[in-house]
């Protein structure tokens, strides 16, 4: 495998070669800096040009955070959805 680096304070770039079979080491200084250990599911998005690397974790967090917004945490959703249909049950009678 062959690597080479650059370090900035806010970033780090680091090369690796692919092998035949598709696989690519990750550093071990990205792997720390991401905060991985082995066995990690991560996930690969490629969009203009960039391909970009995260954890599982890190992507169901985001959805998460970006979900959140739009639930009512005041309550229950289960019985807002009993009273919806209650309500709805009640009108055809």
Given at each position: ?93
């Amino acid at each position: 495998m062959t690597t080479q680096s650059t370090t900035t304070p806010s970033a780090i770039m680091k090369s690796a070669t692919m092998n035949t079979q598709g696989r690519v080491v990750v550093p071990v200084e990205i792997r720390k800096a991401m905060g991985i250990e082995a066995p990690a599911d991560l996930f690969f998005r490629y969009e203009d040009g960039t391909l970009t690397v995260g954890t599982i974790e890190d992507a169901v967090a985001y959805v998460q955070s970006v979900v959140a917004k739009y639930v009512d945490t005041d309550g229950s959703a289960v019985d807002a959805l009993i009273a919806d249909r209650r309500a709805e049950a009640a009108k055809e009678w």
